[in-house]
Structure formats: structure tokens, C-alpha cells
């Protein structure tokens, strides 16, 4: 008998194997991140320097969507990034929250392109950086929001400021996504703020071990009222926090991340309370 | 001014080089037959020219005076080409194919320990690796993490500056600090300082280390001209106003 696969099985097994073969194409130079997954941070490029990011990500409600965002990101300066990002939605319930998958990859269907400005910076020692940066981007929505309402493109600002070091991270920082209203239609306004502690064991600062890191990140997002027909949907948005470990590794140009938030608190209309947020990230640095 | 112009044969014998002076010829004569038999003979024993006071290449200077010969004495040319350049020519065209129309055949900067800020991930010191590394002239590249150290090993033959390679470490997003030099030069002395001028015409003014390594007095024993190599140590912030590298002298000893 012949299993049925469906389109979003076809796309799931698209997506696996596009990931296997990345994992085994030839290595190249690179330089990197050394993020968290779901918050914000303040990444590292050199001039003239690439990586790519292929995200699998998953947001529960009553039923779970599930996505991928494939992003470019570019070093115009070591202190200017650019990225681009595109969303692939493998299976969509009929109304997602409105949140950002990860702070930093984009919002959940949209097409992305931002620009991160590293405009404060201190070497504080050998591994240690005290930095900040702001992102500002761009959203164009490839899907409806809620089915059959779909919003006109949107802006994503956001401000990150945080310590690195060979074995201690912190960051912390605030973002703001608005989506200008089409016919009428818009999702309500995100507000969020991300809080990133994590840590490198001893065992994973030697040369010879890859560099593994453990995070622990906190986001709070607060969703203001959706509109419809011109008018505020009454009930609408609410608060959230979540909690959650993730964790980050590096060996030469390749990093892998993976991560769930469990939430905490919720204040929103039923349909658009969370079980877990799930993702998976790889990168390689060009 | 009637400067001499020296024929120099240099061989390497396992790690060390030897030079010894086997022609010298007037300036004014640099054009004449003499001098032109002198080149071709050169070549063809891998000899190198150095001009006092023009501390330029060695074989780019014989390539560039080889060029210069071939287009300004045609006449001269002719009556060599038969007994001389042509006869010669294969190992002319080896040499410069090798590198040596382009490329300095004499050392300068030769290694650099650079003590990099800011540097905290595997991916960060594989690209420095790699930026470093793709730098015309570096032989070999290690970053450490741990110890924020980026060794630069670099060929005997290469064009590199030190501002170039604090360029490409700031480039990368990360801030270069102090560093140890091993570098090679002419030395000169203007109003008391000894400046280290290298062939890419990068300067340091050489200072004296810390006290007990007895620097000072290895200064005071350098001669105007004299070709030295001097391992020494830039400072965390350099002041590099006048593009002069403070250049803290561990080591000084003849490349002669």
C-alpha cells in the first residue's frame, strides 16, 4: 500500500533534506553568531562576510504551525548587517498568534529585509565584548494573518544591548512590529522585550571541543487590539510570557541551535493561547 | 650624483641567507653594455640589485631595470639579443614567472603575534583565520580563542603591512591590540630616534624595550642604512599620528 503524503509531508521532507545536504557541502570560511533563538542579540559579521540561516519553527494554539524561514545576512561594514528573509509556511492554522517566530528571524509570514547597526561597542578584553545594536526592518506579509484578512506591509524596530565573553552572555532588548492596515485590516501592534542569560561550560572553551553554549531566554510580548474593517476588534490581543532553555553550537562556520519556550503567563483570548514554541536554526558562515 | 649600484648574490642555505657583493657599477652606467651584460647574467644566476639609499626589491628592481633597458636601448638590445637575451630569455621569462616582476624577493614583516579584543566564538577566529590567511604573502595563520592571539607566519617574499593586517582584524568586527613584530629594514636615524623603514616603506620608530634586555644599548650599536631585523612589541593604542609605529625593541640583529 502506498502511504499518502500530503503537500505539507512533501514540504517537511524538502526542508530535512535540504538541511542534510547543507550539512554535508563543502566547508568555507565564516564568522559568527553566537545567539540565542528566540531573543534578541547582537550579531557579528565581518566586513564583507555571509552566513545563512535555515530556521524550522512552531508555534502551538489549538493546532500547531509549523514553518521555515531561509535568511542571507550580508556584512556590509564589520559594524552594518543586512538580511533578508523568507518564510515557507509547511502547515498553517487558521489564525497563528501574531508574534515573531524569533525576535531576530523575521516576523511569522512575512518577507524580511533589516538592517542591524552595531553603533556601540567596547572590547573589554581578549573574548570580551560589551556592544549594541539597533535593527530596523522592513515586512511584507505572503499570507493572511487570519484567514481571509490580510495586512499591508509592516515595519519591525528593535534595540539590543549585551555582553559576550569566552564563557558568560547576557543581552537584553525591545522591539516593535506595526503592519499598516489593508481594507481596512491589520493584526494589532507587537510590543516585546527579550532577557538572554547563558553560559559556555569549561569543558566547551578548549580548541579541541566544539563550542557549545547553554542559554536560558525570557520574552514578554504584549499584542495590541487586531483591526477589522477600520475598527478595533474588541477582546483582542492581550500579554504573554515565556520561559525557556535553548542552546547554541559552533564547530569552524557551522552553528546549530535549537530551543522551546513554555509559557508562563497569558492574557489573551483562548484561541490565541500557546503551548510551547519550538525552533531549530542552523547557520553556516561563508 | 654618482651613485654605486650593487650586484648582490644571495643564496639560501637552510634557514639563513647569505649576500655577496660580486659587481658594482655606477649609477650613471646603469644603461651601458656593461651593465646590461651585468643584468642578464644576473638573471640567469638569480642574482639581486640593491641601490644605497633606494631600498627597492631586489628583483622587482631587476626586472623593472631589465624592462626598462629592453624599451629605451633597442640598439643595444639588437646587438645582445643574438649572444645575450635571447639565449637567455627562457630563464628570464622563469623568473619573472615566477613572481619576481611583482613580487619583493627580500623580507619585511615576517611574523606578528596579534592580541585580539573582542573575539568569542569558534566561527569568529575561523573567519579571522580565513581574512588573515587570504592575504597575499601570509604562509600560515592560527588563531587561538583562549589566549585572543593571531599568529601570522609570513612568506619571505611578500608586499604585507602591519596597518593592513589591524585593518583586516578590524574588518572582522573585533579590535587589535598589542602585537609582537618580527620585522625587517633599513634603519636611519632622524634627530636622535632610529626609524625602521621596510621596503613597502612602512616606518616604526624603534624605542627601547623594558629595562634588563639591554635594547638600548643594541640601539645605540646600529649604523645608518644598516639592514637589520628587530622583533619588538606595538602597544596596545599605538599613537600612529605620522603613520610611525612605536615599535618596543626586543631583539635587533643584522640581516646582512
Redesign the interface.
Known amino acids: 500500500m502506498i502511504p499518502h503524503l500530503s503537500t505539507s509531508h512533501i514540504q517537511s521532507v524538502c526542508v530535512v533534506a535540504g538541511l542534510l545536504w547543507l550539512g554535508f557541502a563543502s566547508p568555507a570560511?565564516?564568522?559568527?553568531?553566537?545567539g540565542p533563538a528566540f531573543g534578541l542579540a547582537t550579531p557579528?559579521?565581518?566586513?564583507?562576510?555571509w552566513n545563512y540561516n535555515s530556521t524550522l519553527m512552531s508555534v502551538g494554539t489549538g493546532e500547531r504551525s509549523l514553518m521555515t524561514r531561509q535568511s542571507l545576512w550580508y556584512?556590509l561594514?564589520?559594524?552594518l548587517q543586512l538580511n533578508a528573509s523568507v518564510p515557507v509556511a509547511l502547515r498553517s492554522p487558521p489564525a497563528s498568534p501574531t508574534t515573531r517566530g524569533g525576535t531576530m528571524m523575521g516576523g511569522l509570514s512575512s518577507l524580511e529585509i533589516s538592517t542591524y547597526w552595531?553603533f556601540h561597542?567596547q572590547?573589554?578584553?581578549?573574548?570580551?565584548?560589551f556592544e549594541s545594536t539597533l535593527l530596523v526592518g522592513g515586512l511584507y506579509p505572503t499570507r493572511d494573518y487570519v484567514q481571509g484578512r490580510r495586512s499591508g506591509p509592516g515595519v519591525h524596530l528593535a534595540a539590543v544591548t549585551g555582553y559576550?565573553?569566552?564563557s558568560v552572555y547576557a543581552w537584553a532588548g525591545s522591539g516593535y512590529q506595526h503592519y499598516a492596515a489593508r481594507d481596512g485590516d491589520r493584526p494589532g501592534d507587537l510590543r516585546y522585550g527579550s532577557l538572554v542569560l547563558g553560559w559556555r561550560p569549561g569543558y566547551f572553551?578548549?580548541?579541541s571541543t566544539?563550542?557549545w553554549r547553554l542559554f536560558v531566554e525570557a520574552l514578554g510580548e504584549s499584542v495590541g487590539p487586531e483591526h477589522h474593517d477600520g475598527s478595533a476588534v474588541s477582546g483582542s490581543g492581550g500579554e504573554k510570557l515565556f520561559v525557556g532553555p535553548t542552546t547554541l553550537g559552533?564547530?569552524?562556520?557551522?552553528?546549530l541551535s535549537a530551543g522551546l519556550l513554555i509559557p508562563m503567563y497569558q492574557d489573551v483570548p483562548q484561541a490565541q493561547e500557546e503551548h510551547l514554541r519550538l525552533m531549530f536554526n542552523f547557520t553556516y558562515?561563508f | 650624483m654618482d651613485e654605486k649600484v650593487k650586484a648582490v648574490k644571495k643564496t639560501t642555505d637552510g634557514a639563513s641567507d647569505s649576500t655577496e657583493i660580486i659587481e658594482t657599477h655606477s649609477r650613471a652606467r646603469l644603461d651601458t653594455d656593461d651593465f646590461s651584460r651585468c643584468v642578464l647574467r644576473s638573471v640567469r644566476d638569480a642574482v639581486f640589485f640593491k641601490a644605497p639609499g633606494h631600498p627597492v626589491n631586489g628583483a622587482y628592481q631587476i626586472s623593472r631595470r631589465l624592462l626598462n633597458f629592453t624599451l629605451l636601448h633597442r640598439t643595444h638590445l639588437r646587438h645582445y639579443a643574438m649572444n645575450s637575451l635571447i639565449s637567455r630569455l627562457p630563464i628570464l621569462l622563469l623568473v619573472l614567472a615566477c613572481g619576481g616582476l611583482f613580487q619583493p624577493a627580500q623580507a619585511q614583516l615576517q611574523k606578528i603575534e596579534q592580541t585580539v579584543f573582542g573575539m568569542d566564538c569558534a566561527p569568529c577566529a575561523h573567519a579571522m583565520e580565513q581574512s588573515l590567511g587570504s592575504m597575499e604573502g601570509v604562509e600560515n595563520v592560527s588563531v587561538s580563542l583562549n589566549d585572543g592571539l593571531a599568529t601570522v607566519d609570513l612568506a619571505k617574499a611578500n608586499r604585507i603591512n602591519y596597518r593592513g593586517v589591524r585593518k583586516t582584524v578590524e574588518n572582522g568586527g573585533f579590535s587589535p591590540r598589542e602585537a609582537t613584530l618580527k620585522v625587517q629594514g633599513t634603519a636611519r636615524q632622524e634627530e636622535g630616534q632610529w626609524i625602521l623603514k621596510t621596503p613597502t616603506g612602512e616606518e616604526y620608530a624603534l624605542q627601547p624595550g623594558q629595562e634588563g634586555t639591554s635594547n638600548e644599548q643594541r640601539l645605540q650599536d646600529l649604523k645608518p642604512n644598516q639592514q637589520v631585523t628587530v622583533t619588538g612589541q606595538i602597544p596596545a593604542s599605538p599613537n600612529t599620528e605620522g603613520a610611525l609605529w612605536p615599535l618596543h625593541v626586543q631583539r635587533v640583529r643584522s640581516a646582512t
Request: hydrophobic residues 25%.
Open positions: 570560511a565564516g564568522q559568527g553568531g553566537h557579528t559579521l565581518p566586513q564583507g562576510g556584512g561594514t564589520q559594524h552595531r561597542r572590547y573589554l578584553g581578549v573574548g570580551k565584548r559576550a565573553s569566552r572553551r578548549r580548541a566544539p563550542d559552533l564547530y569552524g562556520a557551522w552553528g558562515w
